[in-house]
């Protein structure tokens, strides 16, 4: 009996010591799996921040233009702002789509960030129009960056005309020549020439003026002129170049009539796919700095096209003269009525807005 009791008691201390190791043992990888959840807790998060945010972002124009080129140091400058936490994969040459599609592949998320030219949507942008009217004043992308900003900001009703997107920033075009095929000094020769325009007031003023517009992409002005389909065109200095019109165009005129709109959006989701620090570095490269970089850079390379074709042989730029200027001024001035009665027929402020664009004029030009 003494032997059974002394075997069962080392039975016990055996299972006993047993016990404690597995116990022991629980806890260690207990430990060891806290260890590892905290270590995933503090990785995870670091590898996903090593990981950059990407986005398409979309571009109708010429590869090698100069808003082309501006558009990629505006990237690069973002890029680096972000520590490379952001990248931009860009998608010039409407690769992606048509730019009279850019608004909606923006919208559904088919692309993150593009360029639009308001004058390719006719009446879906009726107020941004007002800086596209006819002899308006502006004399340069850079001022017409500004005030085409400085509208958006103060009045809520130019916002609502681009519903369901981020707007990054809003600018304009200098004022641009026409090209045509035949030398153009006074309204007479313009008449039933038919020219290549954006909608809206451009080609209000072209109809006033007695020609023919034609709304068509960028991308086929070249083989239109090329092919006698139109006449001439309209369109920026850069583009010109970026297009290469100057070898199937020999005339250029010059008057101060008029500069495109455009806007640079992002899609809402995309947007919102940023942490508040990276949309705060956005921030300062867009609206208001946007803008003037933008208009700027519109400028510098308008000049540099412009001083290309004047050298060039066979070329030659017509400088509209004053008094040709003001009886073109009188003769599109029912373009400006035509627009206001538009959008106050709407219930929009067009009167406000207007007054508002001439008084910034005046401010930003004496």
């Known amino acids: 009996m003494l032997r059974f009791s002394s075997n069962s008691q080392r039975v016990n201390r055996k299972e006993e010591r047993t016990m404690k190791e597995k116990g022991s043992l629980m806890v260690f990888n207990g430990i060891c799996m806290m260890v590892v959840a905290l270590f995933l807790m503090m990785v995870i998060p670091t590898l996903a921040q090593a990981q950059p945010i990407e986005f398409k972002v979309y571009y109708h124009g010429a ?5 082309s080129l501006f558009y990629q140091d505006w990237i690069k400058q973002v890029e680096k702002a972000t520590g490379g936490r952001v990248k931009m994969s860009y998608f010039p040459g409407a690769i992606l789509g048509q730019p009279t599609e850019a608004y909606e592949m923006i919208k559904s998320g088919v692309i993150d960030i593009a360029c639009i030219v308001q004058g390719l949507f006719p009446n879906r942008f009726p107020l941004s129009d007002v800086v596209q009217l006819p002899f308006l004043g502006l004399p340069s992308a850079e ?3 500004r005030i085409f900003w400085e509208l958006y900001e103060k009045f809520p009703q130019i916002k609502t005309e681009y519903p369901d997107v981020k707007m990054l920033t809003l600018y304009t075009d200098a004022p641009t020549p026409i090209g045509t095929r035949k030398p153009v000094r006074k309204v007479e020769d313009i008449k039933g020439m038919k020219i290549r325009a954006l909608a809206g007031s451009p080609t209000e003023m072209l109809r006033a003026l007695g020609a023919i517009p034609v709304l068509m992409p960028p991308t086929d002005i070249y083989e239109s002129i090329e092919r ?14 970026g297009f290469r019109l100057q070898e199937v165009t020999d ?3 010059l008057g101060n009539m008029y500069q495109p709109n455009l806007g640079l959006i992002m899609n809402l989701n995309s947007w919102k796919r940023l942490p508040p620090d990276l949309q705060k570095i956005f921030d300062e490269h867009i609206g208001a700095a946007g803008a003037k970089f933008f208009g700027i850079e519109f400028d510098r390379y308008n000049k540099g096209v412009k001083d290309q074709v004047k050298a060039m042989k066979g070329k030659e730029v017509i400088q509209l003269s004053p008094s ?3 009886r073109w001024k009188q003769m599109t001035k029912p373009v400006w009525d035509k627009w206001l009665a538009g959008v106050e027929a709407k219930g929009l402020p067009g009167k406000a ?4 664009a001439e008084r910034l004029v005046k401010k930003y030009t004496q």
């Open 63 to 67: 590869p090698t233009g100069g808003q």
């Open 324 to 326: 040709e200027a003001a």
């Open 228 to 241: 006698k389909v139109i006449d001439g065109w309209m369109i920026s200095w850069e583009a010109v170049g």
């Open 251 to 253: 005339y250029f005129l």
């Open 143 to 145: 001022v017409g960056s």
């Open 353 to 356: 807005i207007l007054d508002e």
